[in-house]
Nanobody
Framework: EVQLVASGGGLVQPGGSLRLSCAAS????????MSWVRQPPGKGLEWVSA????????EYANSVKGRFTISRDNAKNTLYLQMNSLTPEDTAVYYC??????????????GGQGTQVTVSS
């Protein structure tokens, strides 16, 4: 059974930073591209960033480019998202997602446990 458990969220002031982690199990983590997606309050799911299976290629939504960095540790089956210069618009529940292939395809399955990020003064 695929399990994706996100953690590391919290309350942070505008301009602050957070590092999210996602522990993956139930599949061969190093075979698949991974993404972070988020759901702001009252809105739909929004794709944030993706990384290919080796970690050599990354992609970002325009709204987070230059502020967020995605990375992975295949030895630890863990995905990360370093978030800097946070704004209130980044407030959302963040989930990690498993892609269908080794490269980002835009088709993914979202993990069940997200982590809340709230950016507020």
């Amino acid at each position: 059974e695929v399990q994706l458990v996100a953690s590391g969220g919290g309350l942070v002031q505008p301009g602050g930073s957070l590092r999210l982690s996602c522990a993956a199990s139930g599949f061969t983590f190093s075979f698949y591209a991974m993404s972070w997606v988020r759901q702001p309050p009252g809105k739909g799911l929004e794709w944030v960033s993706a990384i290919d299976s080796s970690g050599g290629g990354t992609e970002y939504a325009n709204s987070v480019k230059g502020r967020f960095t995605i990375s992975r540790d295949n030895a630890k089956n863990t995905l990360y998202l370093q978030m800097n210069s946070l704004t209130p618009e980044d407030t959302a529940v963040y989930y990690c997602a498993k892609d269908l292939s080794a490269y980002y395809s835009g088709v993914y399955s979202r993990g069940g446990q997200g982590t809340q990020v709230t950016v507020s003064s």
